[in-house]
C-alpha cells in the first residue's frame, strides 16, 4: 500500500511564505506525476502546481511567480515553496502522485491522495 504524507502547513500572514512537502512510502517502484491540489471552504478542489515527471511543470494562473514546485525523486517526495502568500490561498492542500508502480505483491499501477494539511494567510 502506498500513502502520502503532507506536512508543512499551518497559519502565516499575508506577505509571507511556506514550504510544503509530501512523501511517498511504500514498496514503491516508480511515479509518474505529483502535484498539490488545494480545496477552500464551498469551493471545488483545483489544481495550484503539477510536476509531470517528464521535465515539464504546471501551474494555476493564481499562483504563477509566487509558488514553485520540485521534486526528489530518489526520496519520492514534492514540494511545494509558497511566497507572497494572500488570504485568498487559505485552504487545505492535498498531495497527488499518479502512475504510482508497485511491484509487490504483483505489478500494480495506481493513483493516490494526501489527507492534506491546512494553510490559513491572515490579513
Known amino acids: 500500500q502506498v500513502q502520502l504524507v503532507e506536512s508543512g502547513g499551518g497559519l502565516v500572514q499575508a506577505g509571507g511564505s511556506l514550504r510544503l512537502s509530501c512523501a511517498a512510502y511504500?514498496?514503491?517502484?516508480?511515479?509518474?506525476?505529483m502535484g498539490w491540489y488545494r480545496q477552500a471552504p464551498g469551493k471545488q478542489r483545483e489544481m495550484v502546481a503539477y510536476d509531470t515527471g517528464a521535465g515539464s511543470t504546471n501551474y494555476a494562473d493564481s499562483v504563477k511567480g509566487r509558488f514553485t514546485i520540485s521534486r526528489d525523486n530518489a526520496k519520492n517526495t514534492v514540494y511545494l515553496q509558497m511566497n507572497s502568500l494572500r488570504p485568498e490561498d487559505t485552504a487545505v492542500y492535498y498531495c497527488s502522485a499518479n502512475g504510482v508502480v508497485t511491484l509487490i505483491p504483483e505489478r500494480r499501477i495506481a493513483d493516490y491522495w494526501g489527507r492534506g494539511t491546512q494553510v490559513t494567510v491572515s490579513s
Open positions: 511504500g514498496n514503491i517502484f516508480s511515479i509518474d506525476g
